[in-house]
């Protein structure tokens, strides 16, 4: 049997490039308004689970179940908070976080040109229609997948997701040609401590 010649690689095992994800700065949730059909908030879910979502959310969902289909290997719903919130005015989100509407609008942002905020809440629309007014106008940004027409909900967020990580992760860059990389990822400097001058006793401003 031929076999095929062991290149060097710079691949690394499954587990450290997960810890490498998990130590993108920032963090990210991802939900859905409206949603319908369970196997969909199902994917979604485990879909936010596998790139490192912090919790997952569903706003004035039709459905109340949730279906994994024949197999929940991740075991997301055990393994990651699922919140609920029955209208768009009850939406929590955390301090400081950037909600982030997913949807096919004219004027929307595309994708490959947005900046991920740090701390992202994404929320992407229900299987008919798309996302309500009322969530639209609470968001900070809106974002469109470049494609001819609506794909999935699930789809759409793992795009999301993926588009996250390869612009806010760190990686070994890619090569000119087809292929693996060739270069190994650049060490990571932690910078050094910031030192602020502190203010001559006559310059400093006391009602601060
Ligand atoms: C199946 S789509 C909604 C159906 C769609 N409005 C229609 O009637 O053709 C479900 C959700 O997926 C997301 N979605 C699908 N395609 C998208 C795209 N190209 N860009 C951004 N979001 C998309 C949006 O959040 C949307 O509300």
Known sequence: MRTLPRVPTTRKPRSIEAIRCARMKGYFAIGVEGISKPANLGALIRTGHAFGASYTFSVAPATDAVDFGSSDTSEATKNLPFYRFPSVADLLLPQGARLVGIELLDDAIALPSFRHPRQAVYVLG???????????????????????????VSLAGALVLYDRLISLGR?????????????ELPPHFHGAAKFRAVPAEADRDESR
Request: some cysteine.
């Open 126 to 152: 229900p299987e008919r229609g798309g996302l309500s007014d009322a969530m639209v106008a609470r968001c900070d940004h809106i974002v469109q997948i470049p494609t001819r027409f609506s794909i999935n």
């Open 171 to 183: 990686f070994a860059p890619r090569p000119v040609r087809s292929g693996g990389p060739t270069e």
